[in-house]
């Protein structure tokens, strides 16, 4: 039987009238339940981002840039925190409502949706959006296919960079925008199912043909495990965005004759397979999600199920909290912006490897 450890006691919290974020995480790592383990996932990103040898993989789902949420992306990407996005298409399109200059509305959940759907306002739970600057902004992104080469198939990374940098000719302070600034490469896996794909579709009613190859994106995007040392993931939500990321880890080999990623060390095998497949698992890795893994679904499964595929370090440091995104995110990265105000992580540049 396993000895107990007994040494580690729970540290009641003191209340104290000036005290910082990063102070009281601190004071929470002491405790128990999520409060713990929100202060743990700020622990763990402060050593990753202090790792020389860690690329950094930010994963988002959910309807976060209708919330107030993508200010903290930017945030992120303007202090190197992130060398490579995987986003929602939502999440890199619905913020540009608002870096257009338009709103979304605080509201309530108990509403007419009836009478929402007559007055031009879309809902997302207690947040209101108006219907005529989705539109626009929809409208915007189809003006800027309407300038691009018709006949080339692109990756979504691709396709998003020259966005970025068109919208930053523009001011228009977005997601993509500040990536593309910054030399950082999105890959947006389900680009269509998004105001991407609307605008795609409006493009062609004109006459203009979009072609998003997913393949090319996959390539491109695996490709990148042979520039990096070793890999922590972020991931807020779960979905398409989770798996892709995890997918790096497992799948990169496979563009390799020989079933081994250049430059990368510390290969890891099954004994069953042997050298017929490949393992990278990431070395960091976090997690906040209101997901539960009994149900079977990817947003909720655990890093220690993850483990039996190869794609978390089982020596690694792993931790999930179980807590809506719109709480923990902006705690965490307050946490992390007083814990690193004397740190400054230098970029990875990944964009300019294509």
């Not at 228009?172 to 947006?188: D, G, H, L, M, R």
């Not at 042997?274 to 679904?297: C, K, L, N």
């Not at 947003?299 to 089982?314: H, L, Q, R, V, Y």
Request: aromatic share 10%; hydrophobic share 35%.
């Amino acid at each position: 039987m396993k000895e107990i450890n007994t040494k580690k006691k729970v540290q009641a919290i003191e209340v104290e009238a000036d005290r910082s974020i990063s102070d009281l995480l601190a004071s929470m790592e002491n405790t128990g339940f999520q409060g713990k383990s929100l202060a743990k996932v700020v622990s763990v990103l402060e050593k990753m981002a202090k790792d020389p040898d860690i690329t950094v993989l930010f994963g988002y789902a959910g309807s976060l840039s209708t919330t107030g949420q993508w200010k903290i992306i930017n945030w992120l990407m303007e202090n190197n925190l992130i060398d490579i996005l995987v986003p929602t298409g939502a999440n890199i399109s619905e913020d540009i409502v608002e870096a257009m200059g338009g709103a979304y509305i605080q509201s309530s959940h108990v509403n007419s949706d009836e009478d929402l759907f007559k007055k031009g306002f879309n809902r997302y739970y207690d947040i209101l959006g108006d219907e005529i600057e989705y539109l626009q902004m929809t409208e915007l992104i189809s003006e800027f296919i309407m300038g691009l080469e018709e006949k080339h198939p692109y990756s979504s990374r691709e396709f998003l960079y020259r966005f970025g940098s068109w919208l930053s000719k523009k001011n228009i302070k977005s997601i993509v925008t500040i990536a593309a600034e910054k030399n950082i490469p999105i890959f947006c896996p389900a680009f269509p199912d998004s105001p991407y794909g609307d605008a795609g579709l409006i493009a062609n009613s004109k006459g203009f043909s979009l072609s998003i190859d997913s393949m090319k994106d996959y390539r491109e995007y695996m490709s990148l495990a042979e520039h990096v040392t070793d890999t922590g993931v972020i991931y807020i939500g779960g979905g398409v965005p989770k798996d892709w990321i995890q997918l790096i880890s497992v799948t990169a080999d496979l563009l390799y004759d020989n079933r081994e990623v250049p430059n990368r060390k510390n290969p890891k095998h099954r004994e069953s397979v042997g050298d017929q497949e490949t393992y990278y698992p990431h070395r960091y890795a976090v997690q906040i999600t209101t997901d539960s893994p009994q149900w079977g679904g990817l947003s909720g499964c655990t890093f220690e199920e993850a483990i039996s595929w190869g794609k978390e370090d089982p020596k690694g440091q792993l931790v999930q909290c179980y807590c809506d995104a719109t709480i923990a995110l902006p705690i965490i990265s307050q946490g992390l912006a007083e814990r690193l105000k004397k740190f400054t992580r230098e970029p990875k540049n990944l964009n300019s490897i294509f």
